[in-house]
Structure formats: C-alpha cells, structure tokens
C-alpha cells in the first residue's frame, strides 16, 4: 500500500496564509491587532527556541507578539505580578507561559493567575472544563494541531475508532475528549491506552487512526497497526547520531519505516504535528482577540 505522508508543515501554511488575511482584515475593518505575550523564565536551550518559533509566526501571521525574558532567578510573586499586569493590558489577547518553569516557582499558581479569556493555550481548569462538555472555549493547541492536520488532509474522524497511546493532559487526554464530542470534526470511539494498559497492541491493531503520543522512540510499530489505519506521530525524541552536526536527530513515537507501505497515511517528525501546533496558538489569540471586541 502506498502510504501518503501528512505533511504539517504544508497544512499549517495553509492555516496560517487564512489567518494572516484574516488579521489583515481585522485591522481594516476593526482596528484591531491580535497581540501574543510569551513569558519565559530562564534560559533552557528548547524552550528559548520554542519561543523564537513562536515570535517568527506572530510576526509572519501580523500578529502582535510581546516577549517577556525573565532570569532563571526571577522570584514566583514577581511572575505573579507579570501575569496580572498582562491581564490587565487591553494590547494583549493571549498569554502564553513557556514551560517548564524553574523548580522554586509553582507551575499551577502561575498558570491558574491567567486571566481565562487570555488562556491561549487551553490549559486553564476553567477552559478544560468547558471543552470536556463540549462548550466553545480555546481549544489546547496540540490536540487541536493534531485534529486539524486530520480534518484538512480529508480524513474522516466520525465513527473511526480512534486509539491514542497516551494520557497526559496537554495531549492525550484533552485530545480524547475534543475526538469524542458529539460535534463535527469529531464524533470518534476513543480508546486511551498508557503505562499500564495490558497489551497495546490489542488495542492499536483495532484503530482505523492511531495517534502516538508517549514520548518514547518505537512506542508504535508496524505489527501493532492494521493494514490502511492512519497513524498521528505527536512524539519529539532526540536520538544520539554521529553523522549530524548536533549529534542527534530527531525522530517520533513510531517505527516510521516499517510503517511505510502498511498505513493509509501517517504525519512525519518533523514536519507533521510540531507546526501545527504553533498555528493552533496564533488562531486561538486571533479567536481571543475577536472576542474581546465581540467580532
Ligand atoms: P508525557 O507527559 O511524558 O506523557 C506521556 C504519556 O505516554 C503518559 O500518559 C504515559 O503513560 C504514556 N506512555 C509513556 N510510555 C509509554 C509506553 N511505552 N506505552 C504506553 N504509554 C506510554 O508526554 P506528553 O507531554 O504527552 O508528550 C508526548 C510526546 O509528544 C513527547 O515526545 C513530546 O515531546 C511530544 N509533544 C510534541 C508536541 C508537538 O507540538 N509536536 C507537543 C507536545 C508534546 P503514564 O500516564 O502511565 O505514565
């Protein structure tokens, strides 16, 4: 079987050329301009990248982006003190806190003090809540990425038994819950497996979608999917590898090759899930903003 690669980074082109007309037009009509604030304390090598790839699509997109760097040292009531500032300032639609954030600060009081309306990454307890039943609120970012990377290449969702290893609460669980609302663009069976499901395999080889998202390298391989199923690689895994210039690569959750040639179609790393999840963000900060003026 020819296997048909989902390519990310194509997609969230397409969404974001949308969104950057979409702002264009924001600005004509409304004189209104998206604004992002990215807040990172520290210096962590990752997390300093994630944040440029964020400001390069705000800037790309037309959207406003404010970047908040902060030392490693800052205190938690100065962060606290930051995230109300920002909630106050009528410039900024979304805040965006890079995790992880240094051991001294309490992720959950930081992420917890952003105003709701501004949770642009769906993190909120708030915002889970509202999307478990199915109430229009941001959707969190990878989830949404990996729905949409679905929806846009033409892959039907309802009625599909969808497997997702994994259960985290920035992937797999909120990703279960959008896949089983009773809405379009979901409508799924949804089968969560984790460390301690007996059998992975038992479950995968019934998906007709697969989605990995365990953060171990050949979580999924070939003998675990059926022949035409759709796989979804979530996974981010540096693996040692001499013959490139930073001494690793980067590789996903599946046994890609073996997968090539069993799966109808299956999202490479990179350049499957990773952008889309950016783009997730820049159209929750355009939704925030469109609320905020009720547009
Ligand atoms: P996480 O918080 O470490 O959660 C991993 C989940 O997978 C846990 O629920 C764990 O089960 C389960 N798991 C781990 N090994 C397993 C195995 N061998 N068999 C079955 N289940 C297993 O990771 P995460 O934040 O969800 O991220 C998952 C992967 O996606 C990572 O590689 C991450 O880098 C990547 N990611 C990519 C993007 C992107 O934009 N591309 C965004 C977010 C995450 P237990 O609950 O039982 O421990």
Known sequence: METKILDGKQTAQELREEMRLEVLRLKEAHNLVPGLAVVLVGEDPASVSYVTGKRKACEKTG??????NHPETMQ????????????ADPSIHGILVQLPLPSHIDEKKVLYAINPDKDVDGFHPFNVGKMMIGEDTFLPCTPHGIQQILVRNGIEIASKHVVIVGRSNIVGKPLAMMLLQKQDNANATVT????????IGHFTTQADIVIAAAGRPNTVTADMISE???????????????????????????????IMGKAAAITPVPGGVGPMT????????????KRFKSI
């Open 228 to 258: 035409g199923a759709v796989v979804v690689d979530v996974g981010v895994n540096r693996v040692n590898d001499a013959s490139k210039p930073k001494g690793y690569r980067l590789v996903g959750d599946t046994d890609f090759n073996s």
């Open 76 to 87: 938690e009531r100065d962060l606290l003190a930051l995230i109300g500032e920002l909630n």
């Open 63 to 68: 959207i406003y982006s404010r970047e908040e």
């Open 278 to 289: 950016i783009t997730m963000l820049l159209h929750n900060t355009i939704k925030s903003a």
């Open 192 to 199: 969560v497996c984790h460390t301690r499901t007996k059998d």
